[in-house]
């Protein structure tokens, strides 16, 4: 089969391969999915840069990256039904802990990895499920329902941001959001009904006027440089859910204000999420879609040959959406 790996860090022009690889045979409770997507995320390049701290190489001799994707599962395994053939599916962490991911034409996986795509949607929008929706699902709905909050949203034309504001304004939710004065039509379009530039030296005032005193949640993509304006707008009792902080990843807490308005902090890592949590945020996309209050912003879908493009494209500032390969 045809697929892009790398065998070493670097920029991606130099160390993404096109090329042929063995086929992948479902195991004992797997299932062989035919993709037809692979979704690109930030987490994707990061690791193929060889950003993350103190790893030096790559854990496996050849990774074919990507934790995102969709297709048909064309075979499975001992243990799974035969109905699940042809059943067309969205893929979660395709490529975590393992050396085989989605950028590919076929990948073999734990048939739980394998969710059957709702009627209706799309396997290009199947392919923006995994990281950036199961991460927006559960960053609202974690801690509970959200109907008659407030929530804050950060990086509201992000990828997760922006399915965030959609899916807490379906919610129910009060929805305010940060962005660049450049995106504010369009996260006031997904839902938001107040929309600040994250770079306003008067952000604290301007929350805490429009929301009438403060917000009871905050969906935080980069903690650290947020901390000292969230202990600021979140109400007593209120919640910081993070996940991300790429900006400051050795932040420096303000505990007193913090801790005099028993601000609770939750840091999610979506590959980790439990059953539970996970099969919850899995209900919540699925029933969003179908009702038509969810539409994943797609940025732009490129070839498989054209990766390496797709890797500079996903850590590009300013991009209005989710990047796809098609395969």
């Not at 980790?272 to 899995?282: K, N, P, V, W």
Request: proline share 6%; hydrophobic share 45%; aromatic share 6%.
């Amino acid at each position: 089969m045809k697929a892009i790996s790398y065998t070493r860090f670097g920029p991606a022009a130099e160390v993404l391969e096109l090329g042929e690889v063995v086929n992948p045979a479902p195991g004992p409770g797997e299932v062989l999915v035919r993709l037809s997507h692979s979704g690109v995320n930030p987490s994707d390049a990061k690791a193929r840069a060889g950003a993350r701290p103190g790893v030096t190489k790559p854990a496996f001799p050849r990774i074919i990256p990507h934790s995102d994707g969709a297709g048909i599962i064309e075979a499975v395994g001992d243990g799974v039904e035969s109905s699940r053939v042809e059943e067309a599916v969205w893929i979660w962490n395709g490529q975590w802990q393992r050396s085989h991911g989605t950028a590919a034409e076929y990948i073999a996986l734990p048939s739980e990895q394998a969710v059957p795509l709702p009627d209706g949607v799309s396997a290009e929008t199947g392919a923006c499920l995994g990281i950036p929706g199961l991460t927006a699902a559960h960053v609202v709905f974690g801690s509970g329902a959200v109907e008659g909050k407030t929530l804050l949203v950060s990086g509201g034309a992000g990828a997760v941001g922006h399915n965030a504001v959609q899916l807490a304004k379906w919610g129910g939710a009060t929805v305010m959001a940060t962005a660049s004065p450049r995106d504010h039509a369009r996260v006031r379009a997904a839902g938001a009904d107040h929309v600040f530039d994250y770079r306003s030296p008067d952000l604290a005032a301007s929350v805490l006027e429009a929301s009438g005193g403060g917000v009871e949640r905050a969906i935080e993509v980069e903690f650290g440089a947020n901390i000292d304006l969230l202990a600021q707008v979140l109400t007593p009792g209120g919640c910081i859910i993070a996940y991300g902080s790429g900006r400051n990843m050795t932040p420096t807490l303000p505990f007193g204000p913090l801790m005099f308005k028993a601000i609770g902090i939750e840091l999610v890592l979506v590959y980790s999420l439990d059953f539970d949590a996970r099969a919850r945020a899995i209900s919540h996309l699925h029933k969003a879609l179908l009702e038509g209050a969810l539409k994943p912003a797609i940025d732009q879908v490129l070839p498989l040959s054209r990766a390496a493009e797709a890797h500079d494209a996903v850590m590009r500032a300013g991009r209005a959406g989710a990047v796809l390969l098609e395969i």
